[in-house]
């Protein structure tokens, strides 16, 4: 069965550090894998996403992430946090088949920034 | 262009009392979804259509919630004699219906169960 697995709960960084939040998904073959983010009172924002071929994936207002199939991750990288960084940050994994475009979810991780 | 628009954004209800939430997709998205996202949890898949047919309720619980999308347009996701259990921020998100395209997520729903 598909699932996601997001290990850090709470990650705090100080203002202008690098960032790294991880994910790592359980999936039979190559998936198509997300992460979206949502800030406070407001619903999920698509940061990027990944489809089969280059693994370093570029997003949004300077993320990215990078698709490994030996690992079976989607790590979420920035190189320069910013204070409105703060947000719940969610990884997903669809299915390449079936035509079905649903997203299975992480429990997120929680982005702390410090000043 | 309009984005995924739900309502209402907030409901307190006493158990045992009905809500019917309502979202309006993007338009010319053929594929609806209801999410449910507990307090400090990612979202869980409820149900989803393509144009008016549901396509996957099987995490839906039947016996209080349903939902329909009766013209492949609006959707409304009632829930009957509500739980505490029930709390929880309800999303509504649309897509182009193939596999791989991006979810638009509307604001939500936020359900408090007393």
């Known amino acids: 069965a598909q699932s996601v697995t997001q290990p850090d709960a709470r990650v705090t960084v100080s203002e202008g550090a690098s960032l790294q939040l991880r994910c790592k998904y359980s999936y039979f073959g190559t998936p198509y894998l997300f992460w979206y983010v949502q800030y406070p009172r407001q619903g999920l924002q698509l940061l990027l996403k990944y489809y089969p071929g280059d693994p370093v994936v570029q997003g949004v207002n300077g993320f990215e992430a990078e698709f490994s199939k030996s690992n079976s991750s989607f790590h979420l990288r920035k190189a320069s946090v910013h204070w409105s960084d703060w947000a719940v940050y969610f990884c997903?994994?669809?299915?390449?088949?079936?035509?079905?475009?649903?997203?299975?979810f992480g429990l997120g991780t929680t982005l702390q920034v410090q000043p | 262009e309009a984005g995924v628009t739900q309502s209402p954004r907030y409901a307190v209800l006493q158990e045992g009392q009905a809500v019917s939430f309502w979202c309006d997709p993007i338009s010319g998205h053929d594929t609806l979804y209801w999410y449910q996202q507990p307090r400090d949890q990612g979202p869980q898949l409820l149900v989803y259509f393509r144009d008016e047919a549901v396509i996957d309720n099987s995490q839906l619980p039947s016996d209080r919630f349903s939902a329909v999308r009766p013209k492949g347009t609006n959707s409304t996701l009632k829930i009957q004699s509500a739980k505490q259990g029930d709390t929880a921020t309800y999303l509504c998100?649309?897509?182009?219906?193939?596999?791989?395209?991006?979810?638009?997520f509307g604001e939500g729903s936020r359900l408090i169960v007393v």
């Open positions: 997903a994994v669809s299915s390449i088949t079936g035509n079905t475009g649903k997203l299975i």
């Open positions: 998100a649309s897509s182009l219906g193939c596999s791989g395209n991006t979810l638009y």
